[in-house]
């Protein structure tokens, strides 16, 4: 055996030395790229997201958490950076990743079931069209729309369409889910319902989620990491926060554990008093001072529900420790 055959043997990585399933990596977007006098919206945005990971982003109003979605979605164009996802960079939109808008973004012409078949012909052209539609009026009666599944979008109410297009985006199975406010627009009962279903779904087939939200009781159930951005222009991830909390999580239950008011506070610290950089990062970002903008590059990551469980004198579970390490 020669030397060349020897070193083209497979090998183990070590798990830490393997990409991440999504990176991100020096996000910029700018809507006057040549206009000094123009801020980016957003910039120095850079993170990542391992496979099977449910992550929620928060931020208020206007500081780009679309945009980045729509990018990561290979909707839009970052005027700077890039997004690769399982090794290959985002260049376009794909079945790999599914979207579901704050705009429900029906197909007017066709009825709920034809919106939701039109996606799983695409993904699965060899199937029958009897398989088509038993696997979409799957997804349509998981969002509890069998009944109305031959009604065309204007006969459906807001939180209906909205449910069509969660039901259409589940339904291609995709890698990847990406949800813009997904729940906005669902009266309490069904978004709790749905809520259920999306964690069923993703604990059974390690689907990769990036979900924005304004509901912060909504991240801490759903998501293993928050991200926070900061106000625009010229915003950014400030923070990661890190759910601690073990994962099989309930609504009902969820805010009886010690580390939940603890992460819950911290959130919404964050969105009241710590969203506008401090003042001197400000000025660096305005005086364009790259020494000092280069420290806020990276967002910090933190764990706020730990101090809490270390204050209540109990155990922490060994799935708890796992989920802790740096
Ligand atoms: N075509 C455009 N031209 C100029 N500015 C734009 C354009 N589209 C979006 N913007 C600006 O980009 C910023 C980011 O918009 P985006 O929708 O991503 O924010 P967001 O954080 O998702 O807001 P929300 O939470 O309200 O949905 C906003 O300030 C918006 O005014």
């Known amino acids: 055996m020669t030397t060349e055959q020897t070193t083209a043997q497979p090998y183990a990585i070590a798990p830490d030395l393997v990409a991440p399933f999504l990176q991100v990596e020096g996000l910029v977007k700018s809507?006057?790229?040549?206009?000094p006098k123009v801020a980016p919206v957003f910039e120095a945005v850079n993170f990542d997201i391992q496979k099977g990971e449910f992550v929620c982003i928060i931020g208020h109003s206007g500081c780009g958490k679309s945009?980045?979605?729509?990018?990561l979605a290979g909707l839009d164009e970052a005027?700077?950076?890039?997004?690769?996802?399982?090794?290959?960079?985002?260049v376009?939109?794909?079945?790999?990743?599914?979207?579901?808008?704050?705009?429900h973004a029906l197909m007017p012409w066709m009825s709920a079931l034809k919106n939701v078949e039109f996606g799983v012909r695409s993904r699965w052209p060899e199937k029958s069209p009897e398989e088509i539609s038993a696997h979409a009026m799957k997804y349509l009666d998981m969002v509890g729309l069998g009944k109305?599944?031959?009604k065309k979008p204007h006969e459906l109410s807001g939180g209906m369409k909205?449910?069509?297009g969660i039901a259409r985006a589940f339904a291609i199975q995709p890698q990847m889910l990406l949800l813009d406010e997904p729940f906005g627009a669902l009266d309490a009962l069904t978004r709790g319902t749905i809520q259920d279903e999306l964690l069923q779904i993703v604990k059974a087939t390690g689907q990769t989620?990036?979900?924005?939200?304004?509901d912060v009781d909504e991240a801490i159930l759903l998501a293993d990491k928050v991200m926070l951005m900061s106000h625009g222009p010229r915003a950014r991830i400030a923070e990661i926060v890190e759910n601690t909390m073990p994962r099989e999580r309930s609504r009902s239950t969820v805010h009886h554990d010690p580390q939940y008011y603890a992460i819950r506070n911290h959130l919404v610290d964050f969105l009241v008093h710590r969203a506008s950089p401090a003042p001197e990062e400000?000025?660096?970002?305005?005086a364009g001072n790259a020494a000092v903008a280069a420290q806020h590059q990276q967002p910090t990551v933190v764990r706020p529900g730990l101090k809490a469980l270390a204050a209540t004198d109990t155990t922490p579970s060994l799935n708890l420790l796992q989920r802790s390490a740096p």
């Open 31 to 35: 809507y006057a790229p040549q206009d």
């Open 67 to 71: 945009t980045i979605l729509n990018i």
């Open 79 to 90: 005027t700077q950076g890039y997004v690769i996802m399982n090794g290959k960079e985002v």
């Open 92 to 103: 376009g939109p794909s079945l790999d990743r599914g979207v579901v808008f704050q705009s």
């Open 148 to 150: 109305a599944a031959q």
């Open 162 to 164: 909205q449910r069509v």
């Open 209 to 214: 989620v990036f979900m924005i939200t304004h």
């Open 282 to 286: 400000a000025a660096s970002r305005l």
